[in-house]
């Protein structure tokens, strides 16, 4: 099994707003990815958890706060985001290395009012 | 630094027939190359993968090859079905790289019946 589950779906958050973006894999990974991606665009790497520790920051403003509870989950914090933070936001897993072949989620569709 | 550089779309083609999206890359070392799939409104689903220099990686009728002497990963299908119709990313990882994906920019297939 390959499934890389995220909730919520979708998400409509206003400026003032904190939510959370929850991120969860049984595949016995233990790298962990949030990506952020705007329309007709790749995907932009946000952060990189290595064995629940945070590896890698893409000097992401920090209204965005990730957080690794387990193995299994990743969570993204969200408070006082900008209307042009809307975007589709992935998790993706793997096995720690270099060359390991990462496995994503759905997605979830953020709008920011 | 590392790059992938994929073919100008949108593509658009008919039924039944041949594809080639055009993937080519600069990097460091030996990297490991893939292409993703991401059908309107979804994440992205990992179509194929090469290793090491002539390594073909093939997935659902999907192929491509590993041309170190080139630095290409072309992808290639024999005859396209309308469910085809997706945004197709080449990208790459390796060493260097702290196991980040560098994306290509995405090319956006449609197929018509």
């Known amino acids: 099994d390959t499934e890389v589950t995220q909730t919520p779906k979708h998400l409509v958050m206003g400026m003032t707003n904190k939510k959370s973006l929850k991120c969860e894999q049984h595949?016995?990974?233990?790298?962990m990815y949030w990506y952020k991606q705007k329309a007709k665009k790749p995907p932009e790497l946000m952060f990189v958890?290595?064995?629940?520790?945070?590896?890698i920051n893409e000097s992401v403003p920090s209204r965005f706060s990730p957080e690794c509870p387990n193995s299994s989950l990743l969570n993204l914090h969200l408070h006082a985001l900008q209307p042009e933070d809307s975007a589709l936001y992935l998790c993706a897993s793997s096995q720690v290395g270099l060359e390991e072949t990462q496995y994503f989620g759905p997605g979830t569709r953020l709008l920011v009012l | 630094g590392d790059s992938v550089t994929q073919m100008e779309g949108p593509v658009t083609l008919s039924e039944e027939a041949f594809l080639t999206i055009n993937c080519t890359y600069t990097a460091t070392g030996y990297p490991s190359l893939f292409w993703y799939v991401q059908y309107p409104g979804e994440g992205l689903q990992l179509l194929l993968k090469?290793?090491?220099?002539?390594d073909k990686g093939s997935n659902k009728g999907f192929e491509a090859t590993y041309r170190k002497e080139t630095t290409s990963f072309h992808l290639e299908k024999g005859s396209v079905q309308v469910s085809d119709s997706a945004v197709y990313f080449c990208?790459?990882?390796?060493?260097?790289?702290?196991?980040?994906?560098?994306f290509g920019q995405g090319t956006t297939l449609q197929v018509k019946p």
């Open positions: 595949m016995g990974h233990r790298a």
């Open positions: 990208a790459l990882s390796g060493s260097g790289n702290t196991g980040k994906l560098i």
């Open positions: 090469a290793t090491k220099a002539d």
């Open positions: 958890y290595s064995y629940e520790k945070l590896s």
